[in-house]
């Protein structure tokens, strides 16, 4: 099995920089997924890190350190519609089923 | 298809009917995956096809709960004799060959 452990709730001002941090422990690493989850919607694909470093997508970069069981999403000028919630999940160690964390719900404000 | 279609949108439904909600993964994905969110909840694993085998039913909340592939495509997951904690979103997913996993915009159930 794994934990995967995320903030539960964090607010940033429009046009700020936010940063969603994720750890987790996992017997062995397919990679790990980010997604965005508006309310009443579908998660949305983000971003998959398999190897250690810094993957940047427009606004929105993921960063994975894999001896440290660490991963982070920033998000840089933040917009309201950035209001959602991210999910990090990762697969448990011989398989590619995402195990999903509980999400960090992310408030933009004026 | 363009993407993971899923039917019907909506389900109300009385406690202890049967229903079936069905999933169409995008075209050649041979990963398909079902979840489900309770409200304000995390995502809930239940099921993993690869093609028409499932070779992970663990996430199977209890034996009400099955789900068929058939031809590689199209799936159903079936609830028998629902019950009012039943209610949530079911989500399903696919995923080709390289991993990404891709969701459709649920079916939405609620048990009365």
């Known amino acids: 099995g794994q934990n995967i452990d995320q903030p539960t709730e964090m607010t940033a001002t429009e046009g700020a920089i936010v940063q969603i941090n994720c750890t987790y422990q996992t017997s062995g690493f397919n990679g790990l997924f980010w997604y965005q989850q508006h309310a009443g919607e579908a998660p949305t694909f983000l971003s998959y890190?398999?190897?250690?470093g810094l993957e940047e997508k427009g606004r929105f970069s993921s960063f994975l350190s894999r001896s440290k069981g660490y991963s982070y999403l920033l998000l840089k000028e933040l917009q309201m519609k950035d209001s959602a919630s991210y999910l990090c999940?990762?697969?448990?160690?011989?398989?590619?089923?995402?195990?999903f964390g509980r999400g960090t719900s992310l408030i933009v404000h004026p | 298809g363009a993407g993971v279609s899923q039917s019907p949108s909506n389900k109300v439904t009385e406690k202890g009917k049967d229903v079936e909600l069905r999933c169409d993964p995008i075209?050649?994905?041979?990963?398909l995956y079902w979840y489900r969110q309770s409200l304000g909840q995390g995502l809930e694993f239940l099921i993993y096809f690869q093609g028409n085998s499932a070779p992970d039913k663990s996430g199977l909340p209890s034996d009400r709960f099955s789900a068929e592939r058939t031809g590689g495509s199209v799936s159903t997951l079936t609830i028998q004799r629902t019950q009012q904690e039943d209610s949530a979103v079911y989500l399903c997913a696919s995923s080709g060959v390289e991993n990404t996993i891709y969701f459709g915009e649920g079916s939405w159930l609620t048990v009365v």
């Open positions: 999940a990762v697969p448990p160690g011989g398989s590619y089923i995402p195990t």
């Open positions: 075209s050649g994905h041979t990963a």
């Open positions: 890190n398999v190897l250690d």
